[in-house]
């Protein structure tokens, strides 16, 4: 395996993009190399704290220091990326901000322009009460 982060598909460079690829196929930045390249998405795993316990500190030749250069940039990477999430959950006021809105219960309904009721004067005390609840399959 060798490090390297998924480059988003608007932001991915004309030279790269033109490389034979498949379409499924995901571009990558490598981590130590800077190169780019194309990777099928069965082939990324997620980086997790502790996948870089296997750098050493000395050189046995000039692949294991890239590969030991990556391995540092990849967690100096999910260090940083971790602190902006824990600055993020920390300045939302709390953890209700990442959840949708309470369910809440539509007394009536109202007609927005250019769209009207049937005979909106005639039906409007039929039409404006909701019968939806909490527990319809699709309120």
Known sequence: FWPAIAIP???VLDVVF?????????????????????????RIYLYHEG??????DRKRSGMMERYNEALREARQVFERLQAEKARAQESAPDDLSFKPPMYVKIKSNKYVAPL???????????DSICECKPSDTDP
């Open 9 to 11: 598909p608007p932001t």
């Open 51 to 56: 996948d870089s316990d296997s750098v050493t």
């Open 116 to 126: 009207r009721g049937r005979n909106a004067a005639r039906d409007e005390e039929e």
């Open 18 to 42: 033109r490389r034979q690829h498949e379409r499924t196929d995901i571009c990558v930045r490598f981590f130590g190399t800077h190169d780019f390249g194309w990777i099928n998405r069965r």
